[in-house]
């Protein structure tokens, strides 16, 4: 969803914002956009479109000249992505220009407000609010100007904002929506997310809500709603440039599917020792996890599925009770929620509007939080009581692959270390399946080796299909939504996800000669009556393609193509058995030609809810 950078120093701002703005495509975008200021005159340069379009008009940032400036790129929400809707935006006089990801929901009683005040709207957008109130407000003071701005607004946002009257000093504000500060050599920085300026610096300041940055090319200073200076310790971030770069490899999602053995080691391994399962970050205590009478798991998308699986894992070991649902779903629905519930929040990126908001709604309802995040420093981590931090780095590709597959692990290690401290666990499953989790790697290893070059074979069959359904029962069920969702997202194909047992009840009307299904019969003890399900579609036409932990002559006979996984745990299977899917959608979408990284529509980081 939509990226900021900003910058001041002594170098040209224009080739530092594009190069930005070019780290946050990931983020989703459908137009992008910067201002620069110099001489104290801005100048903007916004298009529709790809970025492509904005280096060209600036002719690669050779232009505007200036050594301050803002840039975006914007996820369309009102307006169409045109060149008059793009950021910045900009206000009567030309004094203010404005970038802005987030919503203001007041927007339509602001905009009447201006209206009659004799401002004009040229945007179908509710940012140019923004840049009028600046103007209306301004008495000289940016700090006094933007507060009077920002208590005016209702929704989110995070704001970069120039003014002609500071040659030096670009303007940040923060409420619900990310944005870090950058804190280089004689220049500074501000970001949507750390990766836009990484080239640049490692160190951050983190923004809080309510606070109002002044960023120079010497000093940083952030206040408080009050107005009070808010004193703050860098923040290094461990992550490199390197790994925000594609390294040879044709598509960030391939090389993030690479990266899983090396994620998932980073995310459990150092977590299991000989003393148990330690989790840093986590300061619930053996007696707070005997209080424990309920867990709810809230996430979205594939986060969403992780917590599915969570759900089966946990709920056999530990025997806690446990829910799962759709961050966007869970607010609405009156959640049972006391202060014995431990709720569960997973985010790749930390930021994500509406499990933000179930975050607070389940604090609110007295709730303990642990949330098992990536982006260290995000807001669901900083809201939460505890963190587990997922150690998968930069995770660039919109649909995520090793966010998920260690946001699995992560998981995995919850329902142990929860099984153990209420002594659910006997010592034999307890060796077993930390075993399983350090043999991870490997597993995920061998399907890269083994199983790819069949992927690849299937997917050039398949890729012109126009429906495919993914079936499976439990944890395969689980997994059958995460490899629906990888496939439609990136290639378009329909892709729908079943529990095997219940296609029976509606869906398989629609299977016929030809229909593609994919089913998953990785779990041994269920084998058999998947297989059943297996032969009702067969029987009505359908190509089979399965996916199995331990292939028998009784699947072969029935299935066009049998995928035969290594061998792996029990309970640990799903994250190899993933790895097979992601690969099957991303040949699949490659043989069709889609821009596998930003699928049309979507956004890594969606920051609305
Ligand atoms: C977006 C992304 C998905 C992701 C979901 C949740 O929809 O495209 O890949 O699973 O958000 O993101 P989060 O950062 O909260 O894990």
Redesign the pocket.
């Known amino acids: 969803m939509c990226g900021i950078v900003g910058y001041t120093g002594r170098r040209q701002a224009a080739p530092i914002l594009l190069e930005g703005l070019s780290k946050l495509e990931y983020r989703g975008y459908d137009s992008s956009g910067m201002a620069v200021l110099s001489g104290g005159n801005i100048t903007m340069y916004k298009s529709g479109g790809r970025l492509s379009e904005l280096k060209r008009i600036t002719d690669n940032g050779s232009r505007p000249a200036g050594t301050i400036g803002i840039g975006h790129t914007r996820w369309a929400t009102h307006g169409a992505p045109n060149d008059v809707n793009s950021h910045p935006h900009i206000s009567k006089s030309g004094k203010f220009a404005v970038v802005h990801n987030g919503i203001i929901e007041n927007y339509l009683d602001l905009k009447l407000f201006l209206t009659e005040k004799g401002f004009s709207f040229v945007s179908e957008t509710d940012t140019e609010v923004i840049a009028h109130l600046t103007e209306y407000y301004y008495n000289g003071d940016m700090v006094e100007t933007l507060r009077k701005v920002v208590n005016k607004l209702n929704g989110s946002y995070a704001l970069g904002v120039l003014s002609c009257y500071s040659p030096e000093t670009f303007y940040a504000a923060r409420k619900d929506s990310p944005l870090v500060v950058g804190l280089g050599e004689r220049e500074n920085f501000i970001a949507s997310d750390m990766p836009a300026v990484l080239s640049s610096t490692r160190r951050f300041l983190l923004m809080d809500d309510g606070e109002i940055a002044a960023v120079s090319p010497d000093s940083v200073l952030i206040y408080n709603a009050n107005r009070e200076p808010v004193e703050k310790t860098p923040f290094i971030a461990e992550w490199d440039i390197s790994a925000a770069e594609k390294n040879g490899f044709p598509h960030f999602m391939l090389k993030e599917i690479f990266e899983q053995p090396h994620a998932l080691d980073a995310t459990v391994r150092t977590r299991i020792t000989d003393g148990g399962i330690i989790l840093d970050n986590i300061a619930l205590t053996d007696e707070q996890i005997a209080r424990i009478d309920r867990i709810c798991i809230v996430?979205?998308?594939?986060?969403y599925h992780a917590g599915v699986l969570g759900k089966y894992f946990i709920e056999k070991l530990s025997r806690i009770p446990v829910e799962t649902d759709v961050a966007s779903e869970f607010r609405y629905r009156s959640p049972i929620v006391t202060d014995r519930t431990l709720a569960v929040i997973?985010?790749?990126?930390g930021?994500?509007a509406d499990?933000l908001a179930a975050l607070r709604q389940a604090r609110k309802l007295g709730a303990r939080i642990l949330s098992v995040v990536n982006v260290v420093g995000s807001s669901v981590a900083r809201e939460s009581d505890d963190v587990l931090y997922t150690r998968a780095g930069p995770e660039i590709a919109?649909?995520?692959t090793k966010?998920y597959t260690t946001q699995v692990a992560a998981l995995m290690l919850i329902g142990l270390k929860l099984a153990q401290a209420l002594d659910r666990i006997d010592e034999k499953d307890y060796k077993r399946i930390c075993n399983d989790l350090i043999g991870l790697p490997e597993a995920v290893n061998k399907v890269l080796e083994n199983n790819i070059q069949q992927l690849q074979f299937i997917a050039s069959k398949y890729y012109s299909a126009d429906d495919a359904y993914f079936i499976g029962r439990g944890a395969d069920y689980a997994l059958a939504l995460e490899g629906a969702l990888k496939l439609k997202e990136i290639s378009y194909i329909h892709a729908e996800s079943y529990a095997a047992g219940e296609l029976k009840h509606g869906t398989i009307s629609l299977i016929e000669k030809g229909s593609l299904v994919v089913a998953i019969a990785c779990d041994d003890r269920l084998f058999g009556k998947t297989l059943s399900n297996i032969k009702e579609v067969k029987s009505r036409g359908a190509t089979v393609i399965a996916l199995c932990s331990d292939s028998s002559d009784a699947l072969r006979a029935e299935c066009d193509h049998v995928i035969e996984l290594p061998q792996c745990g029990a309970e640990t299977y799903p994250v190899a058995a993933v790895t097979a899917l992601q690969l099957f959608a991303y040949y699949i979408a490659s043989a069709r030609g889609c821009d596998i990284d930003k699928p049309r529509n979507?956004?890594?980081?969606?920051t609305v809810e």
């Open positions: 996430a979205c998308g594939s986060a997973i985010s790749q990126s930021e994500t499990t919109v649909a995520t966010g979507l956004a890594k980081s969606v």
